[in-house]
């Protein structure tokens, strides 16, 4: 293992530009005793394979220069960052291959930039809320212009901070597309240049999903999550496809800040992978909010006019066998936004070549230790396509860089109790089963469930309301409680401590011995019968 | 058979006495009478509902400005829940001010109604006391609006406002009268010009520019939401903010209240009250660190130097129920017992209670089903958490990091911390300087979690989960362990991983 790392030192040393040669001297003074012992040996020897290098030149001079390092990783963005620094931390040579901006989805066109939304959104309900707390805000306009130049700064900050980060740690950071080379040996070349490691990280992230003009004429006139990070005004009339998280968040917020917002789902609902419960209350809570939603219907097509677009919809409800499809067309929309799904990013990489296996959406299929079918190669984050968070990216990042570089052989992420929030308007919070995955691995028999609804104490003297619900899963004799969802005021603050509970295998006992904190609208969960 | 399953604590404790009173059921009016209506008394009276016959008593003395409530006692009518309204009120204050980072152009300058928030919060209160009068009615509790006093172990004297007496007797007798906010009657003017919290809630008009005076959370929350309505307010501290809390916290509340506003008096204790004939108030005071006087005018002073039980109406001595003589609480066994058997206390009156409602709720309700023969489950007054609703929230269970050094020693334990930014400030352009995340650990063996400390918005809800986590035994590993939710403040809890020992800076960076 360690020679392995030092073997991988950047050999031909005399070749290389300057700040190489510093980070190999680094590499070596930040060694202990007896590794440099051993690099020493294996620096010296490697003068003599320069020699024979120089002579292969002329047949194979690009494969021959690929730099070396002990990781590479491919993607800069939460996992491949969080996975190098950490590789770094624990001795390894480390490069990162990013095309676009540092950060990655989260803090360019995700979760950083889709609060800062969101929490623009909340003020924009409180304003509501206002008058009835004694303020008098009078009149109020809203500049999106503000906003998006304020969120831009932001989130430029947040770049640098990451290119700092990555400098201080030593990791070499290379600008552009990676692509993996024919070469024997797992290589990948960026404008030109080749790199390799005996380790390699793909963690490119996904992209939203687009549908062509063939599927949809007119498609390609939408836009996706991305392009709504860009949106320089607020529109005026906004329709959004799917009903996926993506989709709801996006139609809080721009409904919230005044756009006349249209949903369009395929079926009745919203968020059909969550619990049964969230997924009636935030479609109902979506409607009470002022969004025009479009169930059982699809866009047929798009086109373009004068006054902006026109999205024209089928709806047919299939409980109504002999209903006619019914044909209607949203008109003057200025911005139409899919939000669709999301899929892994992975064109131009040539995975295929290398013998990394892909399920038939693309994503990079791995095993628990975040292993490819290719040894040597990794994959942490969405483009393995499964639980689609930042944190979940970070940690696996991280644990596999313990299990490379430090010998921590069991490291891994357990991807069981991943909490998540959607920050809709209530937003929610879930974390574990539903009821219907219970009931369907455990049997009716052995779920017991806890449900409750109320008015947070917030709205008590105000004229908006909404409810908070929340939902215990509980399974077995000792009712351990295997899954907790909730929509309401201050549901995404609340839900990282019960993960946490929830996690060491709390039980519904453990839920009621827990004392209250008066007066929040967590301590429901406790007090719950 | 329901006898023999009740704890054998009880059976010590009253054994002699236990069995005759059982079967002379009957004999009484009640089987129980609870003597107070506050959180307590209504969850104990409510859940006393097997077959028994109940009635609680409640009565509300007026202030010394006249200020009186209903039904629900301090945390309905004077505490919580009026409190965590003007709070969020004043949290509003705050958001304007960020409103207009994030792109709402808000016409200046903004103004504050007092009486349209209280119009508002007293509504709400009032809503509250009906509430429980409708749910006493549901679970056919006998409400009476009476001022009970003690007049043996099983009767129970009650005065009408009118100063009609009833005599009602009980097998069983519950006190939970609470407590009250204490005047310094040695400062001059005090009672007469100064007001305390229970009259604040129900103020007509708003009080202008206030002195506050103590340190306590009732005092800095009540300071913090002034400030954050727009008043000018002083909170004036003899020595330490938030006795009893981790200091370090402490700090951070009052650093921020200071940042946001709130004038802080450290070291300065009030000598006199004058009333001008302006209507002012004018206050002298004495700064303890150099001895100088100073004086200062307000149109309100807020009296918040401690709470006194309500024990002296009730005839106690009488009975010879044992008080503590330096607080005069009652002195409690674990099962609420008191000295005199078939009297029982909880609540805020207990000595070494907790002050809050819900131990008091949940002390109560555990009460009644041991009354009642159904339970034999103690009350568990360990792991409590708590929040403080100053305009930086604090949330915390366990132990503070003074008190894990003194039970474990500097050396044994570990302390991770964060200085975290919620990503609401970022835009916002405020200052987190006082936004913090404690875990005090045990230094070896599986770092068992002994305190678990939080500064940040939604303290509160933040902090509920973690107190469940600390309550199953939550370790350090358990926190790393679990996956955040991002972009949240609660994450920064699970991913804190400076020690203080190691001296390293413990800022937050990046995702």
């Known amino acids: 293992m360690l020679c392995r790392v030092c073997r991988r030192l950047p050999a031909p040393a005399v070749t290389l530009p300057s700040f190489l040669v510093m980070a190999v001297f680094t590499q070596l003074t930040r060694m202990r005793p007896w590794r440099w012992f051993i690099c020493r040996k294996q620096f010296l020897s490697s003068f003599g394979r320069h020699g024979s290098i120089r002579r292969n030149m002329a047949s194979d001079r690009a494969a021959s220069q690929a730099t070396r390092f002990d990781f590479l990783v491919i993607g800069g963005g939460s996992g491949g960052l969080a996975g190098a620094r950490r590789a770094s931390e624990l001795g390894a040579a480390t490069a990162v291959i990013e095309s676009h901006k540092l950060g990655g989805t989260c803090v360019n066109v995700g979760c950083v930039p889709k609060k800062v939304m969101w929490n623009a959104a909340v003020h924009a309900e409180y304003l509501h809320d206002h008058s009835d707390y004694g303020f008098d805000t009078g009149n109020v306009r809203f500049s999106w212009e503000t906003l998006k130049a304020k969120r831009d700064a932001y989130v430029s900050h947040l770049n640098r901070i990451y290119r700092n980060n990555l400098d201080k740690a030593k990791i070499q950071t290379i600008q552009g597309h990676a692509r993996f080379t024919n070469d024997p040996e797992p290589t990948v070349e960026v404008d030109g240049r080749k790199y390799t490691a005996p380790h390699i990280l793909i963690a490119t992230g996904g992209l939203p999903s687009v549908l062509s003009d063939a599927e949809i004429p007119g498609a390609n006139l939408g836009i996706t999550s991305d392009g709504f990070f860009e949106l320089e005004t607020l529109p005026k009339r906004t329709v959004i496809v799917g009903a996926g998280y993506i989709a709801v968040e996006m139609a809080g917020i721009l409904s919230t800040l005044g756009s006349k917002t249209s949903l369009i789902i395929r079926q009745t609902g919203v968020l059909r992978n969550f619990d049964s419960l969230i997924s009636a209350n935030c479609t109902k809570e979506l409607q009470n909010t002022g969004i025009d939603l479009w169930k059982n219907s699809q866009v047929k097509s798009v086109c373009k006019s004068e006054k902006g677009l026109e999205v024209t919809i089928v709806t047919k409800d299939p409980e109504k066998k002999n209903d006619e499809e019914k044909t209607s067309t949203i008109q003057e929309v200025d911005c139409l936004l899919w939000a669709i799904g999301r899929q892994p990013n992975i064109s131009g990489l040539n995975i295929g070549a290398m013998g990394v296996d892909t399920d038939e959406r693309g994503h990079i299929i791995v095993d628990e230790f975040q292993n490819t079918s290719r040894p040597g190669i990794y994959a942490v984050g969405d483009v393995c396509g499964k639980a689609l968070l930042t944190p979940v990216a970070i940690a696996a990042g991280r644990k596999l860089a313990h299990r490379l570089f430090e010998g921590k052989k069991d490291s891994k992420l357990d991807y069981s109790c991943i909490p998540t929030v959607v920050f809709s308007h209530p937003p929610i919070g879930t974390v574990g089963l539903t009821e219907e995955e219970a009931i369907k691995s455990r049997g009716k028999e052995n779920v017991k469930i806890y449900k409750t609804s109320f008015t947070p104490m917030y709205h008590a003297i105000t004229s908006r309301k909404s409810q908070c619900i929340m939902k215990l899963v509980c399974v077995g004799k000792e009712e351990k409680v295997v899954g907790l969802h909730m929509q309401g005021l201050g549901c995404d603050e609340m839900l990282q401590g019960f993960s946490v509970a929830i996690k060491m295998g709390a039980t519904k006992a453990d839920f009621d011995k827990t004392i209250a904190i008066h007066p929040t609208s967590s301590e429901e969960f406790v007090t719950m019968r | ?511």
């Not at chain 2, 069983?172 to 001059?188: E, H, L």
């Not at chain 2, 007469?192 to 929350?221: C, N, Q, R």
């Not at chain 2, 938030?242 to 009052?254: H, I, P, S, W």
């Not at chain 2, 674990?334 to 206390?345: G, K, R």
Request: hydrophobic share 35%.
């Open chain 2, 1 to 511: 058979m329901a006898a023999l399953c009740r704890g054998r604590h009880r059976w010590k404790k009253t054994n002699c006495l236990y069995v005759p009173t059982r079967n002379l059921t009957g004999k009484y009016d009640y089987d129980l009478v609870v003597i107070g209506g506050g959180s307590g008394g209504l969850a104990c009276s409510k859940e006393a509902q097997f077959g028994q016959k109940v009635a609680v008593l409640d009565y509300v003395d007026p202030t010394v400005k006249g200020t009186k409530w209903g039904l629900g006692g301090t945390c309905v009518n004077v505490g919580c829940i009026p409190k965590k309204l003007i709070h969020q009120a004043a949290l509003f204050g705050t958001a304007l001010k960020d409103a207009k980072k994030y792109g709402w152009q808000i016409s200046e300058p903004v103004c504050h109604d007092w009486a349209t928030m209280m119009e508002g919060v007293q509504n709400h209160v009032r809503s509250l006391n009906w509430g429980h009068r409708v749910q006493l009615q549901d679970k056919k509790v006998k409400y009476l609006n009476f001022k009970g006093s003690l007049v043996d172990e099983h009767t129970v004297k009650g005065l009408t406002k009118a100063g009609k007496e009833t005599i009602l007797t009980a097998k069983n007798i519950v006190i939970v009268t609470g407590g009250r906010p204490k005047y310094p009657t040695n400062i001059p003017g005090a009672v007469e010009h100064g007001i305390t919290s229970d009259d604040m809630f129900w103020l007509k008009k708003s009080p202008g520019k206030t002195l506050v005076v103590g340190a306590s959370y009732v005092a800095l929350e009540c300071a913090g939401f002034l400030t954050g309505i727009g008043l000018d307010t002083t909170v004036m501290v003899r020595s330490i903010a938030l006795r009893g809390f981790d200091q370090q916290m402490a700090g951070l509340v009052t650093d921020y209240m200071e940042t946001y506003g709130t004038k802080f008096a450290w070291k300065c204790v009030p000598k006199r009250v004058d009333k001008l004939s302006s209507g002012a108030l004018q206050v002298t005071w004495t700064d303890t660190q150099t001895g100088g006087e100073h004086q200062d005018t307000y149109d309100s002073v807020l009296w918040a130097v401690g709470r006194a039980p309500e024990t002296k109406a009730l005839g106690l001595d009488k009975l010879g129920v044992k008080l503590n003589q330096e607080t005069g609480k009652i002195v409690l066994a674990t099962d609420e017992s008191t000295s005199v058997p078939n009297i029982y206390a909880l609540g805020d009156i207990g000595e070494g209670r907790p002050e809050l409602t819900p131990t008091a709720i949940k002390a109560g309700k555990l009460l009644a089903r041991r009354l009642a023969g159904q339970s034999a489950e103690l009350m568990n007054y360990d792991n409590v958490p708590t929040t403080v609703f100053t305009p930086l929230e604090y949330g915390c269970v366990g132990l503070s990091e003074e008190e894990a050094e003194k039970r474990h020693g500097k050396d044994n334990i570990e302390v991770y911390h964060a200085f975290y930014k919620p990503l609401e400030f970022t835009v916002a352009e405020r200052d987190a300087s006082q936004c913090y995340i404690k875990v005090v650990c045990k230094r070896f063996g599986d770092q068992t979690i002994l305190g678990l400390h939080f500064t940040g918005p939604n303290a509160g809800e933040v902090m509920q989960g973690f107190a469940m986590g600390f309550q199953c035994g939550a370790t350090y590993s358990h926190l790393s362990q679990t996956v955040g939710i991002h972009p949240t403040c609660a994450e920064e809890v699970v991913k804190v991983n400076i020690t203080k020992h190691s001296g390293l800076d413990a800022t937050v960076t990046g995702c």
